[in-house]
């Protein structure tokens, strides 16, 4: 059983444009990963709060986004793990 | 305008020729990384590296390379302890997000005694080393692993 295929996704109902992607516990760079599947699949505009427990993730996430241009709208530090919301731009 | 224009593809070139865990899980990963920043992958599978796509070994637990001792018995444990994904599920899922090509050498086939029906399907064909080459002149990064 793979970690990767451990990350859940979910839409909360009342926010329909707001995706949680659950990447804690997958290792390098699993979480990356977990982000550019759901980028590719979601329409423009679509947020996402990704989490992390990867330590890699802290600068592959940002290098990620500056490289396929998407917006990195907040990093957030929580215990044991960092919550990364992005917006798909395009 | 030059800045419209779209970026050159970049590429990846590595030469599989290990079997053992500590060897196919940063493989895996580094052809990961490399799926995931956009560039496109091609993989050389090469005798013991082919033998990891044989396909009912393609899925066996990690087996640490020998002459680690301790800590290789050490890493065995850790790695299903912690339930360390599947090297091959790792490159499956990097396929399916971007450009992964992966290879058998031909030699390697002709030594080992394998047909194509013995390989893992992810394997897309049986190459020479020249065509391989061919393929990979222009990549931006090499890997001999």
């Known amino acids: ?90 | 305008m030059a800045e419209d224009a779209a970026p050159p593809i970049e590429q990846m070139a590595v030469v599989l020729t290990e079997n053992s865990a500590d060897k196919l899980l940063p493989f895996a990963t580094l052809v990961s990384g490399a799926i995931a920043m956009g560039l496109r992958v091609d993989v050389f599978a090469s005798y013991w590296g082919l033998e990891a796509f044989r396909a009912p070994s393609a899925s066996a637990p990690p087996t640490v390379s020998p002459g680690h001792g301790e800590a290789g018995a050490r890493l065995e444990t850790r790695l299903r302890e912690k339930n360390a994904p599947n090297w091959k599920t790792i490159l499956e899922m990097a396929r399916s997000l971007g450009e992964l090509h992966i290879y058998a050498c031909s030699q390697s086939m002709d030594i080992l005694g394998l047909s194509p029906s013995d390989l893992d399907p992810i394997v897309e064909g049986v190459t020479g080393v020249a065509t391989f080459v061919d393929r990979t002149r222009a990549a931006n990064v090499t890997y001999f692993i």
């Open chain 1, 1 to 90: 059983m793979s970690e990767t295929e451990n990350a859940t996704a979910s839409v909360p109902p009342d926010e329909a444009r707001r995706m949680v992607v659950d990447a804690r516990g997958s290792w390098c760079p699993g979480p990356l990963m977990e982000l550019v599947r759901v980028i590719q699949e979601e329409p423009v505009g679509t947020e996402f709060e990704l989490l992390s427990s990867d330590e890699g993730s802290r600068r592959d996430v940002p290098l990620w986004l500056e490289k396929a241009k998407h917006q990195l709208i907040e990093v957030r530090a929580e215990s044991g793990f960092d919550r990364y919301v992005i917006r798909k731009t395009h």
